[in-house]
């Protein structure tokens, strides 16, 4: 072998920069513990629809609310709710470090919701 | 007929992931083996490439000279272009590796028959969606390593945050998706529509274009249309990089199973194809050396001493006379 | 000798691809696109295999019965020998960038004269023969067997690519067709398939040390009519020194320039110009080629007649060496020299003893580029010149591919041409410097035979030429290179009529104000000066 001077570090690192997740990992095991509320068992869509589409839901509610100034959301089943992340959303998921950024963290994501909205009613903490 | 026939593997490449972890249900395979095996190809197949080039001799330092050499204090050289030191010569690579300088410098040409003249025109799109393809494959990469580290690095967040600074759409869209479908779809059309590249093709040319159009695509439908549960892919993938692989408890979509299966065949294919391309620039002669050889010694390690030019002695017996009657200085008299 | 057609008919090029996919198109040997083979005389004294008479437009080539093996054996060998090899199998990606790059492209719209193309000549026979893949996947892998079409139509391509680099400056990774021409040409030269007007020149070179075969005594009387041509236009005698011991400097340069016009008038420069600075220095005729055909047909070859140079600065006693203007001698001399015969610890780092100027560019190979050397000089303000004795001349200035793209050897020259004549104009730039192209003869194909592929070769050249002659209405191809000195006026006759071919130091020898001179009236081509075309009349 020629060059191996250069060539099987630049390879060494390589292999490195590849396998980095392999023994970079941090927790033995990954898994996403969600704290539900206590008082509800039930959203205000079945809990595939809030997997999948809560971000849009909310984006709509904004748009209702901010563009049309219509306030009510009326889920599948016909129930009404205040279209409101920080009223409806936070009132039952009141601690958005153990729910919203669980998962949200964990696979880097960062919405800007609260960049803007309160996390809890009436604007405590 | 290449880029059908490659066309139709992929496709069959899809199928086989669709049904097999689709209908068929065989997760742990797909899931777990197939990628395993596929990242170990990959590191072997990679190692054992670099090995095979890195046995061959680099016999004379054969830089293909792209400015002004370095001779006269007066005379500017291009440090980069022709560079004579190691640090112009990193410079060169890192311009060629990153920002795709020789390509930079295409032209097409025209010829005008009527007044008999090649004209010469910029032709930089290649360059341009060349780069616009690995810059946004590379983001890519680096962006999913939010679904291979815990907790999530700082840095990748911000490439995130980068990729969807335009904050289109819900769930924001990346930039990079698009544009590397923008660049991919060039390369595809240009290796169609142009007779000189089409003509030039080989199943191997397309092969990949559309192994990674399968990826993007499947990527994208699994972001924007079904919201493939990222929470659930991230404990299949801690879990293979643990080395405890376990399926998560719910079912994963069928799509990630086709787009880790066609990313494992993009892993298991690389090392035995042009996809080298990616580690061979950097051990490139023409572009790795500097244009020194007039400078200092450079060596070749099979030069054989023994080769010896036809010597004075032999030319001056078959010239002898010759020379003394032109009255030429010769060693020996006749 | 094919008939010629005329440059507007040439110039119909075809682009369009073949409805055929290139592997089932064989090349065609038409009169005018091919070389000569290499005589079965000049092999045998080479000691090169399989001397024959045969030629390309025979069915049978004659090839030994186990060429196969020969040739895969060499292919091997070459791989484990050349990582440029291996990589530049490996790597290519069929982007098309260097396509119409080549000069043989433009002018032939021959696809195989793509240089991917060219190249894919050999890869097909790499992966049919060496990957699995290939051996699997047959065509649908771009591989194939080796056959003995194949072995044609490497004889015909790789013969058609003048080793001009032009398309690695282009490739995103480098890769070099020259070294896979060279790589294919020993291949062939295995199975003894070469061509004459490389070998002859190589074998010539290796008796009488230079390629047209000129012996001592010749070559001496070659000189000595020179210079009597020197005292016409002069009027100051001059005898050069030969094959002188103890001299400080050995000037070595290619052999044309002795025999032929217009390379006479700049190796009568080269005289002039040494003794008017009365340089200590020794003409060879042992070392009196500066080109090297061994680099067009092997690394052995190269290596063994590139050593005459050093062997006879060692026998003569020199403390370095001066190089003549030529191409492909300094892509030899740059990249290759020190490496195969260096490294010349017996000779000293160049310094012109007239200026003081110690060249560190050459510090290892101790050998010096006459473009440098009189650049220096003139930027010293050593040399008396009077650039208006060239003031009919109208220039521009051809880049040589060898010190364009082995090198980099772009503003010596032209530094020099602008002292020496105040009509100075570049062609376009993408024909010159970096981008230069070939004159579509180098790297052995400088014959006649070969003449339709060389204008064809040509039209790039010859194109940027008529530009500059229309626009510019320049008349003068100024070149550093006795290849191009040869193959270029016949070019210009075709593309450009109207241009002549000049070299550099025929120039600097018609601006060189000489001590002791006669009031000069004509130049080195012996036409009056301007401002003497009447007296001239009158006589």
């Known amino acids: ?125 | 007929m290449a880029a059908f026939y490659s066309f139709m593997a992929v496709l069959a490449l899809v199928f086989i992931a669709a049904i097999g972890a689709g209908s068929a249900g065989m997760y742990t395979l797909f899931g777990v083996a197939i990628p395993y095996v596929a990242l170990l190809v990959f590191l072997a197949g990679f190692i054992y490439r670099i090995v095979y080039w890195a046995k061959s001799p680099v016999p004379f330092s054969i830089a293909t000279t792209g400015g002004q050499q370095k001779s006269l204090p007066w005379i500017k050289n291009s440090p980069w272009d022709n560079p004579y030191t190691v640090t112009g010569t990193v410079i060169r690579m890192i311009l060629e590796v990153v920002t795709f300088r020789s390509l930079f410098r295409n032209t097409k040409i025209d010829l005008r028959v009527d007044n008999v003249k090649v004209v010469y025109g910029s032709a930089k799109f290649l360059w341009l969606f060349a780069l616009i393809f690995h810059m946004a494959f590379f983001t890519i990469l680096i962006r999913h390593m939010r679904l291979f580290l815990d907790p999530v690095p700082a840095c990748i967040q911000k490439i995130e945050f980068l990729d969807s600074i335009l904050q289109v759409g819900i769930p924001t869209l990346y930039q990079t998706d698009l544009l590397i479908l923008v660049g991919l779809t060039f390369l595809l059309l240009r290796r169609i529509v142009d007779v000189k590249v089409n003509y030039i093709s080989l199943a191997q040319d397309y092969f990949p274009l559309f192994l990674l159009l399968g990826i993007a695509i499947s990527g994208i439908y699994m972001r924007y249309f079904i919201k493939a549960d990222v929470i659930s892919i991230k404990e299949l993938t801690m879990g293979l990089l643990s080395f405890k692989p376990a399926l998560p408890e719910k079912a994963l979509e069928t799509t990630f199973f086709v787009h880790l299966f066609l990313v494992s065949c993009l892993l298991a294919y690389f090392p035995f194809s042009k996809l080298m391309h990616l580690a061979g620039v950097f051990l490139s002669p023409t572009r790795n050396l500097p244009n020194n050889t007039r400078r200092q010694h450079y060596t070749n390690p099979w030069n054989d001493p023994a080769i010896k030019p036809h010597s004075y002695a032999a030319y001056e017996d078959d010239f002898r006379e010759k020379m003394i009657e032109a009255g030429l200085p010769v060693e020996k008299e006749a | 000798m094919a008939k010629l057609p005329p440059p507007e008919e040439l110039v119909k090029i075809n682009y369009s691809t073949p409805v055929k996919g290139w592997m089932d198109v064989p090349a065609d040997f038409r009169p005018g696109t091919f070389s000569y083979p290499g005589k079965p005389d000049i092999l045998k004294y080479l000691g090169f295999p399989n001397p024959r008479e045969w030629s390309p437009t025979d069915a049978d080539w004659k090839l030994p019965p186990d060429w196969r093996e020969i040739i895969m054996k060499g292919f091997r060998e070459r791989l484990d020998k050349y990582r440029s090899f291996k990589v530049f199998m490996d790597i290519c990606v069929r982007c098309g960038a260097c396509a119409d790059k080549c000069h043989f492209y433009i002018g032939s719209g021959d696809p195989k004269n793509m240089p991917v193309l060219r190249a894919e000549l050999l890869r097909s026979i790499y992966r049919g023969e060496f990957t699995v893949a290939g051996k699997i996947l047959s065509r649908l892998a771009g591989a194939r067997k080796l056959e003995e079409d194949v072995v044609k139509e490497w004889f015909m391509y790789f013969y058609q690519c003048t080793e001009c680099r032009r398309c690695s400056l282009f490739c995103p990774y480098g890769i070099d067709t020259a070294e896979i021409t060279m790589m294919a040409r020993e291949l062939l030269t295995l199975v003894g398939c070469n061509i004459n007007w490389i070998l002859e020149p190589a074998a010539n070179c290796n008796r009488t040390g230079n390629h047209l075969g000129i012996q001592p005594h010749a070559y001496k009387d070659m000189m000595d009519f020179l210079c009597e041509d020197i005292e016409t236009i002069t009027g100051i005698h001059i005898e050069p020194p030969v094959n002188k011991k103890g001299a400080e400097i050995l000037f070595i340069t290619p052999s044309g320039d002795i025999f032929a016009d217009p390379g006479i008038y700049t190796y009568m420069g080269y005289i002039m110009l040494f003794h008017e600075l009365g340089l200590d220095y020794t003409w060879s005729t042992y070392a009196s080629e500066g080109g090297n055909f061994g680099l067009f047909t092997s690394d052995t070859m190269m290596k063994k007649l590139n050593g005459k140079m050093y062997a006879e600065a060692k026998r003569l006693g020199v403390k370095w060496i001066l190089g003549g203007e030529c191409g492909h001698m300094w892509r030899v001399i740059n990249q290759y020299m020190d490496t195969m015969n260096g490294p010349a610890d017996f000779l000293e780092t160049p310094v012109s003893p007239i200026t003081g100027t110690r060249f560190d560019a050459a510090a290892g190979t101790k050998m010096l580029h006459i473009a440098e050397f009189t650049a220096d000089l003139i930027k010293n303000g050593k040399l008396k010149l009077d650039p208006s004795r060239n003031a009919n001349l109208r220039t521009t200035f051809h880049d040589s591919c060898n010190p364009a793209r082995g090198m980099g050897l772009f503003e010596e020259p032209r530094y020099v041409l602008k002292n020496v004549c105040e009509n100075f104009v570049d062609m376009p730039e993408e024909t010159i410097r970096e981008q230069t192209f070939c004159c579509g003869g180098g790297a052995g194909l400088n014959n006649e035979e070969f003449m339709e592929m060389r204008m064809r070769g040509g039209l790039p050249r010859g194109s940027a030429v008529k530009y500059v002659q229309e626009k510019n209405q320049v008349n003068t191809l100024v070149t550093i290179c006795a290849i191009d000195r040869a193959t270029l006026p016949p070019l210009c006759d075709y593309w450009a009529p109207g241009v002549q071919v000049a070299g550099l130091h025929e120039l600097v020898a018609n601006a060189l104000v000489m001590e002791g001179e006669q009031e000069r009236t004509m130049n080195m081509r012996q036409e009056p000066l301007p401002g003497f075309e009447d007296a001239e009349e009158e006589e």
């Open chain 1, 1 to 125: 072998m020629y060059h191996a001077k250069y060539i099987i570090p630049a390879l060494l690192v390589f292999l490195a920069v590849v396998t980095f997740p392999f023994w970079a990992k941090g927790k033995a095991v990954y898994r996403v513990e969600l704290k539900l509320p206590a008082n509800q068992t039930e959203c205000i869509e079945d809990t595939e629809t809030m997997r999948t589409s809560h971000m849009q839901i909310l984006d709509h509610w904004r748009d209702k609310v901010v563009r049309e100034g219509e306030r009510v959301y009326t889920n599948a089943k016909g129930v009404k709710y205040s279209m409101s992340l920080t009223n409806t959303c936070m009132s039952c998921h009141s601690d958005k470090e153990k729910f919203c950024d669980k998962c949200h963290n964990s696979v880097g994501v960062a919405p800007y919701c609260w960049n803007c909205h309160l996390t809890t009613p009436k604007g405590g903490k």
